[in-house]
């Protein structure tokens, strides 16, 4: 089962919480013991599992990816001048994968699954994709 | 098939070579041909594959997390103080995936599978889950 | 389905576009829909999915790499010399999945998927694996 989440990112540099959409699609999947894939087709997006309760920890780890690869440097050679989206997109990754358990995700109790983009706003989408296991 | 392994993490950051319980996972599951997920459901650890064989290289390679992502930084605000193991986990990220072939791990010569934990020590988690291919 | 795809890194940092022999293997397979695993079992090599459509992206994200993680380090104890090309492989990760839909990987418009050597030049190995979804 495959579904097709739409996420707007309203800053420039944002991250989404999109667990709420892809417990949605594990639930209407059926499936009880799997894989699901969250996955962005994009390439100035990401895709990480971090802790959701309190917002300064997604706002720490998008601060540190800013001073670590700062939106203008020098070396730069990309003529779109995003180099630095395409950059930590690609140290984060494009996807992650987590178990199911019983019909639902196997996250810790404050974890949650986010789209990040790093030169939007955009309109974005998350591939969800559940594999059930025989 | 999953299991969850227990690990423990004995000093404040440190990596955790995982290999031979994992291997005992796939090898009590039958699966020949398939999928192995590595997965750890913790906002402070991370999962990475590389050489096993002379500890000096994930000495090195917590090492220059630590030098990127300092523990402390006047840019962070999370109240807890440990944003530097949240960072440092997203970047690694918080899984593997191992194809298997003929019942093993398709692991190079020198290569273990590790679970870093960056604010411990702490007892944790490795979800290990098995996917048999068609 | 399973494929090993033999790939040279002309340069000793260089990243290869693969995305021509594993959509080959994805059409070989014969599945329509499913996941499609793209795996290196290298410890100085890594697998990401970006733009393939201008190579200054590629070029800036080895440039950040170098910069981040640069050659020489007096912090570095491996014995080899190359523990910055184990650090890079394992920030990058070692493999990326893509899922399949109506035959065909789901890559944005502007995507390919490379291997990136950080120690070459080498003859590399890419584990590619097709899983079909019930």
Known sequence: MTEVIKVST?????????TPQVRDVVRKSGVSEGLCLI?????TACVFINEGADPDV???????????VPWSDSGYDHAEGNSAAHIRSSIIGNSRIVPLSNGDLILGTWESIFLAEFDGPRQRKV???????D
Do not use: G, R, S
């Open 58 to 68: 997604v706002k720490d780890i998008l601060y540190m990816l800013e001073k670590l």
């Open 39 to 43: 996955y962005v087709p994009h390439t």
């Open 10 to 18: 309203p800053q420039h540099t944002c991250a989404v919480n999109v």
């Open 127 to 133: 591939v969800v994709k559940v594999i059930k296991e």
